[in-house]
T-cell receptor, first 112, second 109 residues
Framework: TAGITQAPTSQILAAGRSMTLRCTQD?????MYWYRQDLGLGLRLIHY???????GKGEVPDGYSVSRANTDDFPLTLASAVPSQTSVYFC???????????FGPGTRLTVL | GQNIDQPTEMTATEGAIVQINCTYQ??????LFWYQQHAGEAPTFLSY??LDGLEEKGRFSSFLSRSKGYSYLLLKELQMKDSASYLC??????????WGAGTKLIIKP
């Protein structure tokens, strides 16, 4: 089973450009999450979705947007990338908000 | 504010036992998680504690004391493949996970 897939694996992006990080899960989980991971810091929640059609803001939502049109997909969009958005981005999902979260392989993004 | 503290790095010897501590101060408590993360990979779930006491799962055990805001992960019979970062996370009153920065565990032969 694939579980959670993310694309691309890595990307170098010029500042000011837009980009969408893709996340797809095949576990029919209701809840999905986007985190960023930076050296020396814990994972920080960007946005989340408890069920298809709803989204919420996490700890660090500025500069990012998400949508949840269906159960399986949860894309993260950077409208105008800045160097401080250089990070490793992880998508995760759980059956419900109160359940264990399972992570995708991550996308390493460098903004120059 | 919300805070999760764990040591930055620990070193242990193959075959030995190591205890990784985690202390937390959060807005509410709805469970504590431990994840393992190998370099360049995704975090993978290890254990979950919501009640006080010890949860054992093979070579790994996790302990929780809610009154002290304290947990530890105990790894026995260390193997080289246990070299990884170990992440402590607390689920707060909004059911969001608050993460520690992780403890990098180095295993020496």
């Amino acid at each position: 089973t694939a579980g959670i897939t993310q694309a691309p694996t890595s990307q170098i992006l010029a500042a000011g450009r837009s980009m969408t990080l893709r996340c797809t899960q095949d576990m029919r989980h209701n809840a999905m999450y986007w985190y960023r991971q930076d050296l020396g810091l814990g994972l920080r929640l960007i946005h989340y979705s408890n069920t298809a059609g709803t989204t919420g803001k996490g700890e660090v939502p500025d500069g990012y947007s998400v949508s949840r049109a269906n159960t399986d997909d949860f894309p993260l969009t950077l409208a105008s990338a800045v160097p401080s958005q250089t990070s490793v981005y992880f998508c995760a999902s759980s059956d419900r908000a109160e359940d264990t979260q399972y992570f995708g392989p991550g996308t390493r993004l460098t903004v120059l | 504010g919300q805070n999760i503290d764990q040591p930055t790095e620990m070193t242990a010897t193959e075959g030995a036992i190591v205890q990784i501590n985690c202390t937390y101060q959060t807005s509410g408590f709805n469970g504590l998680f431990w994840y393992q993360q190998h370099a360049g990979e995704a975090p993978t779930f290890l254990s979950y504690n919501v009640l006080d006491g010890l949860e054992e799962k093979g070579r790994f055990s996790s302990f929780l004391s809610r009154s002290k805001g304290y947990s530890y992960l105990l790894l026995k019979e260390l193997q080289m493949k246990d070299s990884a970062s170990y992440l402590c996370a607390v689920r707060d009153s909004n059911y969001q996970l608050i993460w520690g920065a992780g403890t990098k565990l180095i295993i020496k032969p």
